[in-house]
Nanobody, 120 residues
């Protein structure tokens, strides 16, 4: 049974930082690109960023470039999303994803989501 379990969400003031973690189980971590999506209230779910399974290449949506960083720890089957200089428009539920393809297109597995709230 594949599980992606996110943690690290919470409430922070604008300009602050949070680090999300996602622990993967039930799959061969090294065979998957990993990434993050988010969904704000009343908006469609959008891709935030991803990291490849092989060489650690990363990809980000333009709105978070320079502020968010994705990394993965193969020894812990964990992917991280470091979020700095947070803005109120970053408020959303953040979902961890796993995809056998790179760049991430058709997601194979989704986490349950973790809420991030940024106040002004």
């Amino acid at each position: 049974q594949v599980q992606l379990v996110e943690s690290g969400g919470g409430s922070v003031q604008a300009g602050g930082s949070l680090r999300l973690s996602c622990v993967a189980s039930g799959l061969t971590f090294s065979r998957y690109a990993m990434g993050w999506f988010r969904q704000a209230p009343g908006k469609e779910r959008e891709f935030v960023g991803g990291i490849s399974r092989l060489d650690g290449s990363t990809d980000y949506v333009n709105s978070v470039k320079g502020r968010f960083t994705i990394s993965r720890d193969r020894t812990k089957d964990t992917v991280y999303l470091q979020m700095n200089s947070l803005k109120p428009e970053d408020t959303a539920v953040y979902y961890c994803v796993a995809d056998r393809a790179w760049p991430i297109r058709t997601v194979d597995w989704w986490g349950q989501g973790t809420q991030v709230t940024v106040s002004s």
